[in-house]
């Protein structure tokens, strides 16, 4: 099958082209890019004149593991979902089980860390399953330090992971805080042993804990110089908060000392996970310079009202997603702090996009559009729309083809290494596979809220995943599922 798209203004990171031209994908490959390309009898021709057209983005990091959630996230123009930050275990059921119900996007997984931990320390088989993920975060008999024979035990785990194709490591290390560095250090020398990056979620800062181990984000530097492993500083700006300039300037430090250090942001000011988190305790937000209000349930919409609620939802259900609000979006100098972020030399966006929750228990729909009263992070609906938004329309900061090298090439190249499948992602020249997004550069825009999160981003004409179309002339194709899994090779 060959479609033929023509006329458009083509982006390719890969090689800095930024031009009108055609382009022509065949049976899921970019064979030909060119002005005037001819079509053949049967070719599927789209006129796409006015529009931008590039490498579908690649999301590092997303949680969604659902056709609910990934639909979202098509419509926000992501062609690859990958869930590097957390990661699933065991690796194999959770490929398997995404295989067998089908996927709109390509998909893939990281080794967990906190479930190898999990099991080795606390005795709790992993399920590949989020939501029971989410549940042992708040569990804290896996959060000490372990002994030399555990330490030994969960890494096996993890080196076993990897061996079985997973994409990295997923490190939520800010989930255990207190933890012996030296087990960071140990991951970190395991992963550059077996050619795979890191994708961690760092402990707290030094300003935020002043007991803490060691600093968080100068600890990923510092681990990273001195194993020579690839190493990814997830969501900087939800981790950094206030400290964002220092954190950043830290960061540059490390790079520019050799540091294989690579960093992701997002464009909001409020970030979720699971009420148990360590993080969310009374304690630790006083730390932040927070207060319980700052948390919001995100099923119920309940904003907590005093530290005694707190505890009471933390003990009563410690998986229950909330969301906490780290900085405030109607602040300009606090929006500056998130445009820093975005701006950061080399920053690729990622969403840390969440499943979508609906009042009777389910995370999963197959609807289109979805059924309404589904709670979630707008970050699922809107991260790459907004972010075009802000640094491209609104800011200027970024030109077209910068935007496309941080949503798209940046990310594609993070995977070279673990996983040789990535070679041909974020990029549009010939023989790139054909993930592609049309979109149109007047329109594109979020329109999710934090009151209303599955509202579709806007602006996305066309998503093509392996050269099938998923999103047309801006509507979602329901009958879509190309999705192919995306998986480490071990040295």
Request: glycine share 12%; with cysteine.
């Amino acid at each position: 099958m060959r479609t033929l798209l023509r006329g458009g203004r083509v982006i390719d990171p890969a090689t800095g082209f930024d031009g009108t031209a055609d382009v022509l994908v065949t049976d899921g490959v970019v064979t030909a890019v060119g002005e005037g390309l001819t079509a053949e009898p049967g070719d599927v021709e789209i006129d796409v004149t006015g529009l931008v057209v590039g490498p579908g983005f690649i999301d590092l990091h997303s949680h969604v593991h659902t056709i609910a959630g990934q639909r979202l996230q098509a419509m926000d123009g992501v062609t690859t979902a990958l869930d590097l930050e957390a990661g699933l275990m065991p690796i194999e059921r959770a490929y398997a089980e995404a295989a067998a119900a089908g996927r709109p996007l390509h998909y893939g997984f990281s080794a967990s860390w906190g479930a190898a931990r999990a099991q080795v320390l606390a005795g709790i088989e992993p399920d590949a399953g989020f939501d029971s993920g989410l549940a042992v975060l708040g569990n804290p008999s896996w959060q000490r330090s372990s002994s030399p024979k555990e330490l030994a035990a969960w890494l096996s785990l993890v080196d076993g992971e990897l061996a079985a194709g997973a994409l990295g490591v997923g490190v939520l290390l800010g989930y255990a805080p207190d933890t012996d560095p030296g087990e960071f250090l140990a991951l970190a020398r395991l992963a550059k042993e077996a050619g795979a990056p890191t994708y961690t979620h760092v402990r707290e800062l030094v300003e935020v804990n002043p007991e803490t181990p060691v600093d968080g984000s100068a600890e990923i530097a510092i681990v990273a110089g001195e194993t020579g492993a690839a190493m990814h500083h997830c969501h900087v700006n939800s981790t950094s908060g206030h400290q964002i300039e220092r954190v950043l300037a830290a960061l540059e430090a490390g790079r520019s000392a050799g540091s294989r250090v690579t960093v992701e942001a997002y464009p909001y000011g409020a970030g979720s996970t699971g009420i148990g988190a360590a993080f969310l305790s009374p304690e630790r937000l006083k730390m932040k310079g927070l207060s319980p209000s700052s948390v919001i349930m995100l099923e119920t919409g309940e904003r907590i009202s005093d530290e005694g609620r707190l505890l009471q939802v933390r003990a009563a259900d410690p998986g229950a997603p909330c969301i906490l609000e780290f900085l405030d979006e109607t602040s300009p100098h606090d929006l500056g702090l998130l445009h820093q972020a975005l701006a950061f030399p080399d920053a690729i966006v990622a969403s840390d996009a969440l499943p979508v929750y609906w009042k009777n228990g389910t995370s999963e729909s197959t609807e289109w559009p979805l059924p309404p009263g589904g709670a979630t992070h707008p970050r699922t609906s809107g991260t790459y729309a907004k972010t075009l938004r802000l640094m491209v329309r609104e800011s200027k900061a970024w030109t077209w083809l910068e935007a496309f090298r941080r949503c798209s090439y940046l990310p594609a190249r993070v995977l070279d290494e673990v996983a040789p499948g990535a070679l041909a992602k974020g990029r549009l020249n010939v023989g790139a596979d054909a993930d592609i997004v049309v979109l149109d550069p007047h329109a594109i825009t979020d329109a999710a809220t934090y009151f209303d999160p599955t509202r579709p981003s806007v602006g996305v004409r066309h998503l093509f995943v392996s050269g099938v179309p998923v999103v047309t002339d801006g509507n979602l194709r329901t009958d879509a599922f190309p999705g192919k899994p995306l998986r480490g090779e071990p040295r």
